[in-house]
C-alpha cells in the first residue's frame, strides 16, 4: 500500500497517471508481481494519516509505503506534533508486522532556515529510530531532471505549482523505485 496524501492519492491526473498505477507499472516492468493499493486521501495531513491508519491498513497488505506530511508543512502545523504523529504512524505500521518504507519531504526557505532544517531532518531522524527504508525526498526526480537541464519547474507540475502532472509523477517514480525494490525485498514469504 501507498499510504500519504493527494501525491499518492493522484490529485488532478488521469487515474492511469497517478503515483499508483505509475508505481504498479514500473515494478511490474523491474519483474515484481505486485498490486499497489492506493491509500491516499488528498488534503490529509499525518494526524488524519494516523486516524483512519487501523482501518485502512487491511490484512492483505503486505508493506507500507508512507509519504505523508506535506499539508502539515503548508498548515504550519508545530513540528513536534508533525514528528510525534510520523513516529506513531511508523510504529502502528511496524507493531502490524509489516515492512515500511518512509518517503521524505522538504520546506522551502519561505519557512525560514531554523523551520526549513529543521522540518528536513525530521524524516531521516524518524526513519533512523525506525529502522524503515527511507527514501529522501518525494519529488527526487523532478529536482534530478531539474537539476540537469532536462526540465524547467512548470515541465513537471500541474497548473496549481504543487502537484506533479503526468510526466513529473513518472520521473518521481523512477527515482523512488530503486528503494521501494528494497522495501519489497523486507516482505516476508507468505
Not at 493522484?10 to 487515474?15: C, D, F, R, S, T
Not at 509505503?65 to 508545530?78: C, K, S
Amino acid at each position: 500500500m501507498a499510504f500519504g496524501d493527494s501525491l499518492v492519492q493522484g490529485y488532478g491526473l488521469a487515474k492511469e497517471d497517478g503515483f499508483v498505477p505509475q508505481l504498479q507499472r514500473w515494478l511490474r516492468a523491474q519483474g515484481r508481481d505486485v498490486i499497489v493499493v492506493n491509500g491516499g486521501v488528498s488534503g490529509e495531513t499525518t494526524a488524519g494519516s494516523l486516524r483512519r491508519l487501523d482501518w485502512t491498513i487491511s490484512d492483505d497488505i503486505d508493506a507500507v509505503l508512507v509519504a505523508i506530511g506535506g499539508n502539515d508543512l503548508l498548515r504550519g502545523i508545530p513540528l513536534d506534533t508533525v514528528e510525534q504523529n510520523l513516529d506513531q504512524i511508523v510504529a502502528r505500521i511496524r507493531d502490524k508486522g509489516l515492512p515500511v518504507m518512509l518517503v521524505g519531504y522538504r520546506a522551502t526557505a519561505n519557512f525560514g532556515p531554523e523551520y526549513m532544517g529543521q522540518f528536513n531532518q525530521m524524516y531521516p531522524e524518524v526513519a533512523k529510530r525506525q529502522d524503515v527504508v527511507f527514501h529522501p525526498y518525494i519529488f527526487e526526480g523532478m529536482e534530478q531532471a531539474m537539476a540537469a537541464g532536462k526540465m524547467d519547474r512548470q515541465g513537471g507540475f500541474q497548473q496549481d505549482g504543487i502537484h506533479p502532472n503526468a510526466t513529473g509523477v513518472s520521473l518521481n517514480v523512477a527515482a523512488m523505485g530503486p528503494t521501494v525494490l528494497k522495501l519489497l525485498d523486507r516482505v516476508k514469504a507468505p
